[in-house]
């Protein structure tokens, strides 16, 4: 399998406060990695790192070939993030929205103008494209903001915690795009608070105080630990947790 994620040992440290220690893992194209850890575990200043955000104290790591000490503005080329509290343009337009960021991605005007028409057709937003994004039900605003994520067809995505608040019927309609775009090639790295997500992924790490705590597929997990769902697997590993928020 190709690798398009692939760390060794990587760490972040605040000042004496080692956020992130010494993580190592890899994935695999076209993979749903889940990526789980409670408050303070030290998920999102990993995922800062491997999307160019924020630079490494120590270790390696290379996103989608490209390392992320020497080049994080161009891995922000080859990706694709979305997030739960801030993805669109609330005073924008659907159709705003979607050429804005087709622009952000560096597509031509002849690619925004195709990808605006495929994915307002897609979504079935003929009759909202004129609408301000506040006006839409949260469910569509979260399935046009991971529809304008993947716009430029990036080699990964990143999803923090894509279908907060939402309910459970959209959030199945959520995870069938995410399988829908995994199958086109997209490697999903997604973050959940819904345990029962985590299932749906190929593989899941966990993180306890800023180390990898388990990684492997949901059903050797759940083997692994004895149990009969992987809310149980990280409930018993939260439980060991030393440190609060981060």
């Known amino acids: ?125 003929q009759s909202q494209v004129k609408k301000l994004v506040q006006g839409l039900p949260l469910g569509w605003r979260q399935k046009l903001a991971f529809s304008v994520a993947i716009v430029h067809q990036p080699k990964i995505v990143f999803l923090d915690e894509p279908t907060g608040g939402v309910d459970p019927s959209t959030r199945k309609q959520f995870w069938d795009m995410i399988y829908d775009a995994s199958e086109k090639g997209i490697t999903i790295f997604v973050t959940t608070h819904y345990l029962d997500e985590a299932e749906y992924c190929d593989r899941i790490c966990i993180m306890v105080d800023g180390k990898i705590k388990a990684l492997d597929t949901p059903s050797q997990l759940k083997q692994n630990y004895k149990v009969n769902n992987i809310t149980e697997v990280f409930y018993q590993l939260a439980r060991t947790a030393k440190r609060g928020d981060d």
């Open 1 to 125: 399998m190709e690798t398009v994620i692939k760390t060794k040992d990587l760490t972040k440290k605040f000042g004496d406060f080692v956020a992130v220690d010494k993580i190592t893992f890899e994935v695999h194209k076209g993979e749903i990695f889940g990526f789980l850890g409670a408050n303070g575990a030290g998920k999102t200043t990993a995922m800062r790192m491997l999307c160019g955000l924020s630079r490494p104290t120590s270790g390696e790591a290379m996103v989608a070939g490209i390392d992320v000490y020497h080049k994080p503005e161009e891995i922000k080329k080859n990706i694709g993030y979305m997030s739960q509290k801030f993805s669109l343009y609330e005073d924008l337009t659907v159709l705003e929205n979607i050429k804005f960021y087709a622009g952000i991605y560096g597509l031509s005007d002849k690619d925004i103008k195709e990808k605006s028409d495929e994915l307002v057709e897609k979504l079935g937003l």
